[in-house]
Structures are given as C-alpha cells and as structure tokens.
C-alpha cells in the first residue's frame, strides 16, 4: 500500500522555524519526484518546493532562500526546512509523489497530475 505521511506542522511565531518531514512507503522512492505544497483556507492548493531523485530542487518565488527542501533516500523521507517563516506561510502542508514524467517546473507549478498524497499537516505562524 502506497502512503505519505506528511507531519512536523505546529505554531510558530513569525521569524521562526519548522522542518516538516514526509514518510514514504509501498513503493521506491528512489524513481520519484516529490513535492511539497501548501493551501491556505480560501484559496487554491499550489505548489512550495519540489525535488528530483537525483536532487534536483524547484522552489516556488515565494520561498526561495528561506526553505530549504532535501531527500534521505535511505529513509524514504524528504523533509522541507521552513526558516524566516511569514504569516502569509500559514496553510495546510501537503507532500506528493509522482514519476517524473514532465519537467520540475511544469509538476511543481501546480498541483494537479501527482500520484500520491499525503495527509496535510498544519503550519501556523503567528506575527
């Protein structure tokens, strides 16, 4: 069975940091892209940051040089470290996977067409 666990969220105040950690199972991570996006309550899901298996990384604008995502293939897990964090970071985290079958940018731009999701976990930063 293919699953995502998806966890680390919590509040933190403005200014803070979170690593968020996504756990793989039931399938080989090595030969997936995976991705880490965001929803805030009103508005649509898109996409954070998104990472090859060979490490290769794509950020959103919007976090570029504050997030910092990486692969432990040995653990199937990839992790987004959250620092300098905003108010506008706070929204539901969601990790994905997918085969790489389009470019990083097209797959991390949006988040329709991924395989397997994860549950959400929460970020709340508080100014």
């Known amino acids: 069975e293919v699953q995502l666990q998806a966890f680390g969220g919590g509040l933190v105040q403005a200014g803070g940091s979170l690593r968020l950690s996504c756990a793989a199972s039931?399938?080989?991570?090595?030969?997936?892209?995976i991705g880490w996006f965001r929803q805030a309550p009103g508005k649509e899901r898109e996409g954070v940051s998104c990472v090859t298996a060979d490490g290769t990384t794509y950020y959103a604008d919007s976090v570029k040089g504050r997030f910092t995502i990486s692969s432990d293939n040995a653990k199937s897990t990839t992790y987004l470290q959250m620092n300098s964090l905003k108010p506008e970071d706070t929204a539901v985290y969601y990790c994905a996977a997918e085969r790489p079958y389009r470019t990083l940018n097209e797959g991390c731009s949006g988040s329709l067409g991924w395989w397997f999701w994860g549950q959400g976990t929460l970020v709340t930063v508080s100014s």
């Open positions: 039931g399938f080989l991570f090595d030969d997936y892209v």
